[in-house]
């Protein structure tokens, strides 16, 4: 069974702070890919990656950094988080000549 | 600019209903438009896809429609049921891996 592991379901941080989330996954995936969801702006691309040390900015990378060391883990880091970076936040995988995407189950970021 | 477009945003229907959801874009070089599924607490998952070669394809009750003249596509649920309540986003990528989704179709299904 394929699996996206992301390591928080929740996560409550203060205005300020630097923030880690990691994403594993276990299939060998070329392609990571951070997301973000908000209601009524869909899923919005923040960083993704096809190889490691490789990283691509998305539609929304302001504020953020990612770091890929190794394959299967894939680090979106909030340099010093804002309010307006509460949100849901979606890893996802696939691989290199492939077009789906496997997600994991999110971690729900709240920045007071 | 929002390349994928998706309406309605919100979707009411009885069981057993039809409902449908539509999607337009505007890029000529997406080749892949899949739909995916999300429950609450869970990540999406992918649902069904289509390629623009083919103008219909179906998977059990859910049936997604292509028209590559007017660049768009939807999905239709055949027979709908209180567990096809979620949101179902469509997407669209081609060339490097990197998928545009709509933004989503928060799907209720009443008894």
């Known amino acids: 069974d394929v699996k996206v592991t992301q390591s928080s379901r929740y996560l409550v941080k203060r205005t300020g702070e630097k923030v880690f989330l990691e994403c594993v996954q276990d299939?060998?995936?070329?392609?990571m890919f951070w997301y973000r969801q908000d209601p009524g702006l869909g899923l919005r691309l923040i960083y993704f990656?096809?190889?490691?040390?490789?990283?691509e900015k998305g539609d929304i990378p302001e504020g953020y950094s990612v770091s890929r060391e190794k394959k299967e883990r894939f680090s979106l880091i909030l340099e010093s988080a804002s309010t307006n970076q509460t949100s849901m936040y979606l890893c996802a995988s696939s691989q290199l000549n492939r077009d789906q995407a496997f997600f994991g189950q999110g971690t729900r970021l709240t920045v007071v | 600019q929002q390349q994928v477009k998706q309406s309605p945003q919100s979707l009411i229907v009885q069981k057993g209903g039809i409902p449908i959801i539509n999607c337009a874009y505007e890029?000529?070089?997406?080749?892949?438009f899949p739909w995916y599924q999300q429950f609450p607490g869970k990540g999406p998952a992918l649902l069904i896809a289509?390629?623009?070669?083919?103008s219909e394809k179906k998977e059990g009750r859910f049936t997604i429609s292509f028209n590559k003249s007017a660049k768009q596509f939807s999905l239709h649920i055949m027979d709908s049921q209180p567990g096809d309540s979620a949101t179902y986003f469509c997407?669209?990528?081609?060339?490097?891996?990197?998928?545009?989704f709509g933004i989503g179709t928060k799907l209720q299904v009443i008894p």
């Open positions: 890029n000529t070089a997406f080749d892949y």
């Open positions: 289509i390629r623009p070669d083919v």
């Open positions: 997407a669209a990528s081609g060339g490097y891996q990197k998928v545009t």
């Open positions: 990656s096809y190889d490691v040390k490789m990283k």
């Open positions: 299939m060998d995936h070329e392609n």
